[in-house]
């Protein structure tokens, strides 16, 4: 099993900032994808950004060139900073994990006012 455990989302205006963590543990395989998907109210689960253990990223093309993915293997831990928020960024986001196997986090809701 692996547990993930998000912290950082919260309420920022447009324009703000956040980052958001994502802490790894339990039977981790040194060859993995992580990364982050986001949910809106009425909409499906879509992928934000991927990063593999190799420092491999993929991005949406809605947030690229405004979120940045990068991860801390010794740490088990990936981490999404977001730049220029928008209104539509508002959503849950949810860490994932891969390896033979999928997981994901609890999620953490990221509010961004006008």
């Known amino acids: 099993q692996v547990q993930l455990v998000e912290s950082g989302g919260g309420l920022v205006q447009a324009g703000g900032s956040l980052r958001l963590s994502c802490a790894a543990s339990?039977?981790?395989?040194?060859?993995?994808?992580m990364g982050w998907y986001r949910q809106a109210p009425g909409n499906q689960r879509d992928m934000v950004a991927h990063?593999?253990?190799?420092?491999?990223?993929n991005y949406a093309d809605s947030v690229k060139g405004r979120f940045t993915i990068s991860r801390d293997n010794a740490k088990n831990t990936v981490y999404l900073q977001m730049n220029s928020l928008k209104p539509e960024d508002t959503a849950v986001y949810y860490c994932?994990?891969?390896?033979?196997?999928?997981?994901w986090g609890q999620g953490t809701q990221v509010t961004v006012s006008s």
């Open positions: 994932w994990y891969r390896d033979a196997r999928n997981y």
């Open positions: 339990g039977s981790i395989f040194s060859i993995n994808v």
């Open positions: 990063i593999t253990s190799s420092h491999v990223t």
